[in-house]
């Protein structure tokens, strides 16, 4: 398998364990194993109850059964838990597409979903966005990259990096083009219910259309990325059993403390959102307001939903050295260069210390070494 480094994150490799302020984390606040014990009276005796073995390779039924309830029309028997969405895009792809197969990404994106895609020998198509166009999804020339030897659609909504989001006739147009061309819709909605409006929610692409796939995962709007969970969720049933022939060899089932962890936080998962929207509006406004600032330096479309942005970053000669620059002061950022977006920088607004966090980078853009 020939596949390329996955530049977000060796960047973060180098410095998310050593810069004291996230500023461009993707996730939402985190919180404690204990926290999460208190969300139910009798959790913790059913957490130190778990059996160590191996679980259902489908991931066990309680688990299943919290994940099916996110959704309409999903019975418990649809879904697949992975270990975490990651690996639900390997599965997915690796399941679908041969050399002379031929896939669809939106991009930029989580570098992966491109990347999976290519290292299954497909020819692989972006459908490319961009800032120019105010982050717009042109159908159009959706519908131009389509071949008979398509076979498969990735988007991602709520967006990764842009944190835009699609209309919902624009969201069933796409849903009806793959169908009408016979693709299967890869719909990454990891980022799902942590939309700014409720009322903007799209539906669930497994719930719309027959052999369109639903990734979801707990990391993002939930804020648990350390379970290490995540799914996918299907009615195509001859999708399912290809995927999990193949996830005999990646991880035969997962961690039996984290899906236990995972459906006590998908039942009460209300509190887990309140919280992080919460952050979220706290947040949104400082940081706008810190681009109103430096608006010679910032340039931004608003996101509609998720915890991350991608603005333009303009007086800056260089804006890979900018972020280190940024980086050595304390605060990370996220050089849009790892999405081949060098003129931006993906910006974090989901975590608790952002207010801090602008209080260094300010400083840092008014130090003369800074821009
Ligand atoms: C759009 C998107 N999809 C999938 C993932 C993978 O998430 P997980 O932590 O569940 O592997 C990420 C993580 O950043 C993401 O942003």
Redesign the pocket.
Known sequence: MDIGPFR?ERYYARYEFTTRYMLSS??CESRTVADLLELEPDAHARLLGTWCGYTESAGAPELRQAIAALYERIHPDEVIVTS??????FLLYHALLEAGDHAIVETP??E??LELARSTDARVSQWHRSFEDGWAHDLEALDGLVRRESRVLYV?QP??PTGTLMDRPTFERVAELARANRMVLFS?E??RELEHDPADRLPAACDLDERAVS?G????SYGL?GL???WLATRDASLRAAIMRLKDYTTICSSAPSEVLTALALRNRDVLLERNAGIVRRNLPLLEAFFDRHAETFEWIRPAAGPIGFPRVTGVDDVDRFCQRVAAAGVLLLPGSVYDEPAHVRVGFGRASLPEALAVLESTLAAPAAV
């Open positions: 977000i993707s996730d975490c969405a990651e690996e639900g895009i994106c989580y992966s979903a991602n967006h990764n990454d990891v980022y990734l995962s707990i990391s993002k990325p290490r969970l995540g």
